[in-house]
């Protein structure tokens, strides 16, 4: 049993109740922040240091600017079409020339939205557009001079995590330049400024380029290419102390407005690019300037100082509010360690996470997926926002992102000729998922509106919040209780096939019932019941029938299976992949409704997937989930052991390794890192408070308690 501090032990219980934060907060929070400050001497090949708000982040080199143009200037707002596609008759295509596949469900031919040979040039239009634009570079140009890192010495950076501010300072041939970057926490303006005798000998500008996207579906580090230049044009409008460059690419506009404090021109474009250039007066040593990037004209660009008083005003807030893990008192190197990794993933998840648009796995950083997202993924993005009490930043994007979906998600499910609202999966802003075998028969991320629903129902238990997620647990549920199957023979409902399931690697025809998908389905419909009854509302009977007649959990021997009748599970690596069977305890609560779970498969299943399970298979959330099932069957250390493992790595300033299979970052990872911290410090149902490793002296405030 941990060491506990009652006091702020019964805060962790009770403190969260209505999501208020109850007070001052007993832990000396900037003290614990500070300490993981990331520092470094040198651009980093895969990660920039990030200054940003969530909507807007701005990835610096180690020049504090993006001299080297290795990172990206990205938005929840900026994206790009490249123009549709033209046959070799010289016809245009249309989206509505995209048809699809069908393929046999249950006795009936189902289209699903999959790529199809004989249109494949729609069907990658549609795959790989749109695409998150790189909205600018800004860097340092030094009086023409191709310039190379290793030309620059004493190189140093500082990331400060409490207000959100990157210092970096280097030499160059003998003179000091001093750099600090921000991001204002209200739009979406990158403030910059720049000492430096340098400056006003005229050795040291300041660029501004703009890339060209590209149709590469992982664009990383550097998003997008300059040597495309007559297919995108820049004008530019500058007058004494601003300028406006006006970006047109295909049929996207936007506009990046920059206003500067001392006397400097800028000009441009550079012959041959889109680059332009700032260049101080002679005299001035120091200049302060703001960049607003923006889907219109603004000439409404803050002033640098009011671009820092808002990050630090933003910063300290975020620090101050919601919950917080102390473990400065445990001696033990792997508190560090989950210290260090939870500290820098709070920094991270709100510059890239905490979206108007559901987060995408690179967040700001890179394009992963052309930049699009995953509405599967949503659950470890954003899960761990309610149970660190920041529903704040959790409403940015959610319910609302399911209404606006809500009308294209019916469309789909009635295409289909299913009742409901069938979520998609490989998402841009308009709703719209992309073509794909995978993409179309994936259907974990159904139940997800009920488990963030009941969450801020937890915190907030009023009518208003019923209200919020009605209509969208309804079609949720709606669509869940058509789409599971009755099968005559078993009278049980099937789900699939075909399916993929959570591990998306056995064959769609041959899958049915997998595990979590089943346990998912019954903790999803138990909440739309709840939430209709708590309304005082008619409970479909459709929804009851399902929950109580849907398929066992599928079992091999005495653990669990991934799907119903899967042959050579834990002998056949090659069917081991995210191992979902863990999250039916980790991830999800056991079920309110009957049948309980048997506690012994539970646990058989926990110690072969330890024991037997291919873990080099194992990748991002996968370990989080792992630990979590850990936990609430009381095995602290191995939860340890799941977050600190190996394959689970986090680099100098936080970010998430995407290991072999995905590019860095891979921000579900640190989403689930989060949410099994929430875990550890805040308990769930039935054991409330910290569950740490014996000895560890712990001090956790203001978690919401897991379901
Ligand atoms: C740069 O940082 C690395 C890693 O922190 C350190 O090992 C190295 O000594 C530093 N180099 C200089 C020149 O400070
Ligand atoms: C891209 O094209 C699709 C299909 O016409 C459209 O729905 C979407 O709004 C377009 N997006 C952008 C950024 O132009
Ligand atoms: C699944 O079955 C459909 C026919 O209903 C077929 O077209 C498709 O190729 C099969 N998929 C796989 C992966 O075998
Ligand atoms: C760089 O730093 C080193 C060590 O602090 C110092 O000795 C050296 O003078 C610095 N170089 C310049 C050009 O200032
Ligand atoms: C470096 O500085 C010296 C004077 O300090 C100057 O003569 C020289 O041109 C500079 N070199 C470059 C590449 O700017
Ligand atoms: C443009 O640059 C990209 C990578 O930056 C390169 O792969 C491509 O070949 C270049 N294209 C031309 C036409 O130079
Ligand atoms: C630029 O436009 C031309 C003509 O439309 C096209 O062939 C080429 O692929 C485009 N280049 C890029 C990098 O998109
Ligand atoms: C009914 O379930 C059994 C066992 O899972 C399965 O083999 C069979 O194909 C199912 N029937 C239909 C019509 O899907
Ligand atoms: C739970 O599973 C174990 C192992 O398969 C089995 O022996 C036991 O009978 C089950 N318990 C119940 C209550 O079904
Ligand atoms: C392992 O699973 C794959 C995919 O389902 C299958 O093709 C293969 O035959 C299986 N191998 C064994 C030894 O069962
Ligand atoms: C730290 O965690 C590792 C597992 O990740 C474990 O092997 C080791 O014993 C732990 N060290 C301490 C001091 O608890």
């Known amino acids: 049993m941990a060491l506990l501090y009652f006091g702020l032990y019964l805060l962790a219980l009770f403190g969260s109740v209505n999501g208020t934060d109850n007070g001052k907060s007993k832990i000396n929070r900037r003290k614990v922040v500070q300490r993981f400050n990331p520092r470094r001497n040198a651009t980093s090949s895969t990660t920039p240091l990030q200054v940003g ?62 790529p199809n040979p004989a249109e494949n040039d729609i069907s990658d239009w549609l795959i790989q557009n749109p695409q998150r634009v790189n909205l600018g570079t800004i860097g340092f140009s030094f009086n023409g001079v191709e310039i190379t890192e290793d030309m620059l010495e004493n190189k140093s950076q500082t990331l400060d995590l409490w207000t959100g501010k990157i210092s970096s300072s280097f030499i160059y041939n003998g003179t000091e330049v001093l750099v600090e970057t921000w ?228 469309d789909r499910a009635k295409a289909q000729r299913y009742d409901g609202a069938r979520w998609g999966k490989m998402t841009d802003p308009t709703g719209r998922s992309a073509p794909g075998e995978i993409n179309s028969l994936l259907i974990w991320q159904q139940p997800h509106p009920m488990y963030f629903a009941e969450l801020e129902y937890r915190s907030y238990p009023n009518k208003k919040t019923l209200e919020s997620w009605d209509e969208i647990l309804t079609g949720s549920a709606d669509f869940m209780a058509s789409y599971a199957f009755y099968n005559e023979s078993t009278e049980v409902y099937d789900l699939g096939p075909p399916i993929y399931p959570v591990s998306e690697n056995t064959g769609p025809n041959a899958t049915i019932n997998p595990a979590f998908e089943i346990a998912y389905w019954r903790f999803g419909l138990d909440i739309a019941i709840k939430w209709k009854e708590r309304q005082g509302l008619d409970v479909p009977a459709t929804w009851t029938t399902v929950r109580d007649n849907l398929a066992p959990l599928p079992t091999d021997g005495d653990t669990l299976s991934v799907y119903e009748g899967i042959p050579n599970m834990w002998q056949n690596t090659t069917v081991q992949d995210h191992p979902a069977m863990s999250g039916v305890f980790g991830l999800l609560p056991p079920p309110s409704s009957r049948p309980p779970l048997n506690m012994t498969v539970m646990q058989n299943t926990a110690d072969k997937i330890r024991d037997a399970w291919d873990i080099a298979d194992c990748w991002g959330w996968d370990f989080p989930m792992l630990a979590m099932n850990s936990l609430r069957l009381g095995d602290m250390d191995q939860a340890v052991a799941y977050l600190l493992h190996p394959l689970f790595q986090f680099d100098d300033a936080g970010y998430p390794v995407g290991g072999s299979r995905v590019a860095t970052p891979y921000f579900p990872g640190s989403g689930g890192f989060l949410l099994a911290m929430a875990m550890m410090s805040g308990g769930w149902d039935g054991a409330e408070g910290p569950h740490f490793p014996e000895n560890w002296d712990v001090k956790v405030e203001r978690f919401v308690p897991g379901l």
């Open 53 to 114: 708000n969530g909507n807007f982040a701005f990835g610096a080199d180690i020049t504090g600017l993006q001299t080297f143009s290795l990172f990206n200037t990205l938005s929840t707002w900026g994206w790009h079409n490249f123009s549709l596609p033209i046959t070799p008759g010289q016809t245009s295509l249309d989206v509505i020339d995209f048809t699809g596949l069908y393929w046999w469900t249950h006795g009936r031919l189902v289209n699903y939205n999959q």
């Open 183 to 410: 991001s204002d926490s209200h739009s979406d303006t990158v403030g910059v400024s720049v000492e430096s005798s340098l400056l006003s000998t005229g050795t040291l500008r300041i660029f501004f380029d703009f890339a060209l996207p590209t149709r590469n579906k992982f664009d990383a580090p550097f998003v997008g290419v300059f040597n495309a230049t007559s297919n995108h044009t820049t004008t530019l409008k500058s007058s004494r102390d601003a300028a406006m460059i006006r970006h047109d690419l295909d049929a996207t506009t936007y506009y990046a407005s920059i206003s500067w404090d001392r006397h400097a021109e800028i000009s441009g474009p550079v012959k041959g690019t889109h680059r332009y250039v700032l260049q101080p007066s002679r005299g001035v040593r120091k200049i302060q300037l703001s960049t607003t990037f923006s889907p219109f004209p603004d000439s409404n660009v803050p002033a640098f100082e009011d671009v820092v008083a808002a990050s630090k005003t933003w910063w300290e807030s975020y620090w101050n509010s919601g919950a917080f893990i102390d473990l400065s008192s445990t001696s033990s190197p792997n508190a560090t360690a989950l210290q260090r990794i939870t500290i820098l993933s709070q920094y991270l998840v709100a510059v890239n996470s905490a979206s108007s648009n559901t987060p995408q796995e690179s967040g700001l950083v890179n394009n992963g997926w052309y930049g699009k997202f995953h509405l599967e993924m949503v659950i470890w993005h954003s899960l761990h926002f309610a149970r660190w009490n920041k529903f704040p930043l959790l409403r940015r994007s959610l319910p609302n992102m399911y209404s606006r979906y809500l009308p294209s998600s019916y």
